[in-house]
Each structure stands twice: as structure tokens, then as C-alpha cells.
């Protein structure tokens, strides 16, 4: 199949208000041609509204939507050749297979041949030309969302919108269909957006994920630097988990810094930005970052209260003798179960590096 280049999309200070409540709050996203970006966000925290405006279906309070660098604002949305994968598919159920694949193309006028030609190079791609002839509702909730994308394709859209695309579908379907989702945008070279409240999706499927709360940007980075280095509190929160250990920033010093948490342990961290000594903080550790540790330097003396063995992974939560409550993650060997209740340990961040430090609220 020949590449359908996608187009560069810019979103230039974004603002959207609802009856007086900003839904977006002046929000700014480069994204590249061919790229897949994730909107990540709990619920009302604008990503949905972004991609609607995208769409065209709703007008921007203010700023700019830039698509292969054209202004797009005044443009209907039958005129912006965006294509867009809904929550429910929206698939037409009295149509077959290819109808509903070669929907777009017979609106557009698109000479019969042509159609035929496209709907079958798109059904062969999404591996269902096997199905052509059948109706949507026949289809397993996979397949029908095979074919929702396979009609957004064909028009050749200059970006791709997919929203919430696998709310529907079951556990072990979904990653299956985030793996085919990527594979098919990567080959048809399509620039895409994926709205969605599943960081393990988001993080998974995108390569690069904007973080968006109550209508404002949090960060917008590769997804290894939005788990390792999260730019503000509520995305360190929100994405994946991780312990906090209230203190005091001692000291700074190079890249590092030391923090003296409130239960009197001196800790090495990573230096945080804009801080200042005699700060209150909260250090933040994630729990695949806690190690068990022989001596106690640098550790806290704790209880074991309960393992969780979650296949490859042993998930133990931990009393320290302040009674703060850890989780600490580790690999579990063949044969092995959790550490027994009550046992005493002493748990330690992997490295300096592995502890994060924001301002306290």
C-alpha cells in the first residue's frame, strides 16, 4: 500500500469556555506529522472539548487550529479531512463491511472504481477483507472497531481522531487492538490524536502524551519522561503510582539535593527546580524504585502487612516504624510467594535519581 503522509498539527493558545466555566485554559500542542499523541486527563479536563475543536464540531473561545500549516478555524468540519474513530464506532448497521468503509469516499463523490479500489486496499490493511460482504452487526466488538478505523482511513485524512476508542471492549481485547491501532496508523503514516483516561493505554500506544487538568497542560513529553520525570505533582499522581514521604529540602547541591523527611531520615533525591532550602516537600518514590536493604543508612525501618503476587510481580505493602504506609514492587522468582507478615525489613529508594521532589501544597 502506497503511504498516506499525515500533516503537522498545531494548536496555538487554546481557550474554550461552557456557559462561563473554562473548559480549556490557553492550551498550546506542536504535534508532528505522522505522530500518534495521547490527550490524557481524568474526566472535565478538557481533552475531549480539544478534539471536538480539532473535529470542528465546536468553535474555540480563542486561538488557533493549524493543520499542515492552513488556518483551519473557519472551515466546516465536512471541509477539514479529519478523520475520526467514536467511542461507539458510529458504524451505519444496515450497511456491509465495505459500504461502511467506502461511506466517506461515495459522499465525496469519489468515482465508483476509485472506492472500490480504496474500501478494499483499507479492508486489506485492517486484515478484514475476508468480511466485506457482511453486516456491522455481525461483527465482533473488535472487528467492528477494525472497520470504524478502516472508514476514517480511507478518506486519506490529514490527521487521525480517536476518541476513547476502546471503553468498549474488553481487557484482553484492548491491548490487542492498541498493538493493531499502532501498527495500521504507523504504516499508513497518518498523524494521530487517541483521547483517553488510561495512562497504561496512553503511555503504551503514544509518542508523546499531553497531560491535561482542569482545562490546563501539565506536560507534554515522551511517555518515559512524563513516569520518570513528572513536571508537576498531579501528573507524578495520576500517572502510575507512587509513595510520598512529606520533609523539609535540606540542601542543594549539583544535581542532587538531600531532604530530611519527618521522620527524621536523610534522603538523597534528584534536585528539584525552584525550590528553596527550609521548603516543605513531598518526596516521591515510585514503588517499582524501593528496594529491601540490609543496613539501615539512608532506610526505614518497617513491617511487612501484606503481598500481593501479581504474576511476575510481588506487590508488598509496608509499615515504617512512623507508620507510614510503602508500597515496594519486585520481581518474584519462580516458586516464590510473598514475604511473610510481620517481617521486619528495611526499604531504601534505588538511587537518588528514583526520588522526585515537589513543593509542598
Known sequence: MESTAGQ????????????????????????????LVALLGPSGCGKTTLLRIIAGFITQTSGKVVIGGRRIDELPPARRNV???????????????????????????TDRNATRRR?????????????????????????????????????????????????????????DMQIEIKRIQRAAGTTAIIVTHDQEEALG??????????????????????????????????????NVLPGTLDSLGGDGAKVLLDNGTMLSTRAPTGIAPGSKVLACIRPENMRLSDEPLGAFESTVELGMPLGATIVHEIRTKTGLRLKLSEPRAPGTGPRATGARVWVKPASPASVTVFAAP
Not at 496555538?12 to 505522522?34: F, S
Open 83 to 109: 478523520g475520526i474513530v467514536f467511542q461507539n464506532y458510529a458504524l451505519f448497521p444496515h450497511m456491509t463491511v465495505a459500504e461502511n468503509v467506502g461511506y466517506g469516499l461515495a459522499a465525496r463523490g
Open 205 to 242: 500506544m503514544a509518542d508523546r502524551v499531553a497531560v491535561l487538568n482542569q482545562g490546563r497542560l501539565e506536560q507534554f513529553a515522551a511517555p518515559s519522561q512524563v513516569y520518570d520525570a513528572p513536571a508537576s505533582y498531579f501528573v507524578n499522581q495520576f500517572v502510575g503510582t507512587a
Open 8 to 35: 503537522s498539527l498545531t494548536l496555538d493558545d487554546i481557550r474554550h469556555r461552557y456557559a462561563g466555566t473554562l473548559a480549556v485554559d490557553h492550551v498550546t500542542l506542536e504535534v508532528a506529522a505522522g505522530e
Open 119 to 175: 474500501t478494499t486496499e483499507m479492508l486489506e490493511m485492517v486484515q478484514l477483507g475476508h468480511l466485506a460482504g457482511r453486516l456491522t452487526r455481525q461483527l465482533s466488538g473488535g472487528q467492528q472497531q477494525r472497520v470504524a478505523l478502516a472508514r476514517a482511513l480511507a478518506i486519506e485524512p490529514r490527521v487521525l481522531l480517536l476518541d476513547e476508542p476502546f471503553s468498549a471492549l474488553d481487557k484482553s481485547l484492548r491491548l
